[in-house]
């Protein structure tokens, strides 16, 4: 596991000790990041479901300013923590031991808004809609901003949430990446 791209590319990133979870490969994260990107000029990104910090790292890599990560795994934390180290992003980054919906709350309170959010939950545990329609309902996602979920290619998210439209969908193996936009953004 390693930065792909930008500032940081080729760096190693530690994965979270025990098979908890499961990191985006690199394979997977690059094609992500070339549907969306693949380089930022500024703004806010959301890893909601950290694990080792892989996907929002790879965003301050690509020119992201700031970074929040939240896990609720006091493991992932700490490796999340280390991986922004290795890289020099301490400085640009926030990370919270949460679980999602206190750290959406959280985040409503403080009237932030993200132009990248990433979901990416353990996939037994699906939530994808309900967290969708929370980001909805309080606007946490800039007007451009994008929604990557990863998720089960065996889960079948509806084409719109709220005013969220799939914008892109793709399917690698078992992995399946969904990416939502505002419907009212055109291309």
Not at 154 to 174: A, W
């Amino acid at each position: 596991m390693r930065v792909v791209s930008g500032i940081c590319k080729g760096r190693p990133l530690k994965a979270v000790p025990g098979t908890g979870t499961r990191p985006t490969t690199d394979k997977v994260k690059e094609s992500i990041f070339n549907m969306i990107g693949p380089y930022f000029e500024g703004g806010l990104v959301l890893d909601l479901f950290a694990g080792s910090g892989g996907l929002g790292i790879e965003a301050l890599s690509r020119g992201m300013d700031r970074g929040i990560f939240v896990d609720r795994d006091f493991k992932a934390n700490q490796t999340v923590k280390a991986n922004l180290e290795l890289c020099k992003f301490t400085d640009c980054a926030e990370v919270y031991k949460n679980d999602s919906e206190r750290a959406l709350k959280a985040l409503v309170k403080r009237e932030i808004t993200f132009e990248l959010i990433f979901l990416d939950p353990p996939y037994k545990k699906q939530k994808l809609v309900d967290l969708l329609e929370e980001i909805h309902k309080n606007r946490l996602l800039s007007d451009m901003g994008y929604i990557v979920c990863e998720h089960g290619d065996d889960v079948s998210l509806p084409e719109q949430v709220g005013d969220f439209t799939i914008k892109r969908k793709e399917v690698y193996g078992s992995i399946a990446v969904t990416i939502y936009q505002w419907g009212n953004v055109h291309e």
